[in-house]
């Protein structure tokens, strides 16, 4: 699973970055909901192939291009988590949520592109700079309890006079 983590990432960052275009609403997705059917499982043979044939109801069909978008939000973003719990290696099928995760985010970053919305990459801090990052972190904590140290000392002093 670890291995597909950073697809993962990337289809979440896009999703969550979809130009204004894309209304911001909670009416069609609704990842989150979903629960694989028992008769639908014993018919796809896999609770992957229940999953996929519910993304192709929701998004359409992938022969015809690009998936459109009908809104944008938490609703949408709820695929990710979604996708990552059926991608764990179980079943052959899982390549069919894969080909997902590549076609949404091919989609997410088509539509950005055609509408010349400017998508941050995403960026991962450096060793350096994550240590750099840390060492600031240690020395805060460090000058924090100094300060609470003083301030108790003082309450002290206060209450002894």
């Known amino acids: 699973m670890a291995a597909h ?3 993962l990432d ?15 609403a909670a009416k069609i997705y ?13 018919d796809y043979g896999s609770e992957q192939g229940d999953l996929n044939a519910y993304l192709e109801v929701t998004f359409g069909s992938r022969h015809q291009g690009h998936i459109q978008f009908k809104e944008k939000g938490p609703n949408l973003e709820a695929v990710v988590p979604l996708l ?12 069919l949520l894969l080909k997902w995760v590549e076609d949404l985010t091919k989609s997410a970053i088509a539509l950005c592109e ?8 995403i960026s991962k801090p450096t060793q350096k700079r994550a240590a750099g990052e ?3 972190e240690e020395s805060r ?6 300060v609470d140290t003083k301030t108790a ?4 002093l206060k209450r002894t006079a």
């Open 5 to 7: 983590q950073k697809e």
């Open 141 to 146: 904590k460090k000058k924090q309890a100094r």
């Open 84 to 95: 990552k719990k059926y991608i764990n290696g179980e079943s052959k099928e899982e390549v």
């Open 10 to 24: 990337n289809l979440l960052h896009y999703l969550k970055n979809l130009p204004p275009s894309v209304p911001a």
């Open 30 to 42: 609704s990842f989150s909901d979903y629960v694989p059917d028992d008769e639908r499982v014993a």
């Open 114 to 121: 055609a509408e010349n919305w400017n998508v941050k990459r």
């Open 153 to 156: 000392q003082d309450a002290a």
């Open 134 to 136: 840390e060492e600031k």
